[in-house]
Nanobody, 126 residues
Framework: QVQVAEYGGASVQAGGSLRLTCTASGNTWHTHCMGWFRQAPGKERERVATMYVGGGSTSYADPAKGRFTLRIYQERGNDTLWLQMDRLRPEDTAVYYC?????????????????WGQGTQVTVSS
């Protein structure tokens, strides 16, 4: 079992920056991928950025490209994933979720992420 927890959400002004942090612990040797998703009020959950934890590719959704950066640090079975968000916009307002999984069908398929955190709120005001 993998436990995922995220934090770092806050209220910021448009144009500002925020860094979200996610920790994965437990049987992380089964984890092949980690990433961030978000869900705005009244909208479906969408992928933000995902990556393979053992190296390899990182995939950004179009709204995140050029503004968000994904980084990972691994140490003795504990993974820490950061999402650096710059030039934030009001449309980035959402609950952000960290997730981990095996991603057998690729980084863009959310069904490959089976362990989810509780979410952290990001609010961007204009």
């Amino acid at each position: 079992q993998v436990q995922v927890a995220e934090y770092g959400g806050a209220s910021v002004q448009a144009g500002g920056s925020l860094r979200l942090t996610c920790t994965a612990s437990g049987n992380t040797w089964h984890t092949h991928c980690m990433g961030w998703f978000r869900q705005a009020p009244g909208k479906e959950r969408e992928r933000v950025a995902t990556m393979y934890v053992g190296g390899g590719s990182t995939s950004y959704a179009d709204p995140a490209k050029g503004r968000f950066t994904l980084r990972i640090y691994q140490e003795r079975g504990n993974d820490t994933l950061w999402l650096q968000m710059d030039r934030l916009r009001p449309e980035d307002t959402a609950v952000y979720y960290c997730a981990a999984g095996k991603c057998p069908t690729g980084l863009r398929d959310a069904s490959g992420f089976v362990n989810w955190g509780q979410g952290t709120q990001v609010t961007v005001s204009s």
